[in-house]
Nanobody, 125 residues
Framework: QVQLVESGGGLVQAGGSLRLSCTAS????????MGWFRQAPGKERDFVAG???????KYTNSVKGRFTISRDNAKNTVYLQMNSLVPDDTAVYYC???????????????????WGQGTQVTISS
């Protein structure tokens, strides 16, 4: 069983930055595709960014050029660096893991097998 723990959320002003971290308990972390999703109140959980086992990346259009996903397999950790934050980025951010036996970075939350508990990100205007 893979356990994921997110950290790094908080309250920042628009234009600011945050870096989220997600540390996994997985024995073979490097074998997993990893994703970040977010869910605002009353809305669905949406894909934000993903990174494959071999460091390929994918982003939703609204964060391209502002967010960067990366991973450190030696630390079993995936990061989401968020810059130029806007109020619409306010949400609970979730980390998710998907076995690399599946093809590619999935944007559908149903494709992921393991989830963290989420971390709140609030951007004030």
């Amino acid at each position: 069983q893979v356990q994921l723990v997110e950290s790094g959320g908080g309250l920042v002003q628009a234009g600011g930055s945050l870096r989220l971290s997600c540390t996994a308990s997985a024995r073979y972390f490097s074998n997993y595709h990893m994703g970040w999703f977010r869910q605002a109140p009353g809305k669905e959980r949406d894909f934000v960014a993903g990174i494959s086992w071999n460091a390929g990346t994918k982003y939703t259009n609204s964060v391209k050029g502002r967010f960067t996903i990366s991973r450190d397999n030696a630390k079993n950790t995936v990061y989401l660096q968020m810059n130029s934050l806007v109020p619409d980025d306010t949400a609970v951010y979730y980390c998710a893991a998907r076995s690399s036996s599946a093809m590619g970075i999935a944007t559908d939350s149903r494709a992921y097998d393991h989830w963290g508990q989420g971390t709140q990100v609030t951007i004030s205007s």
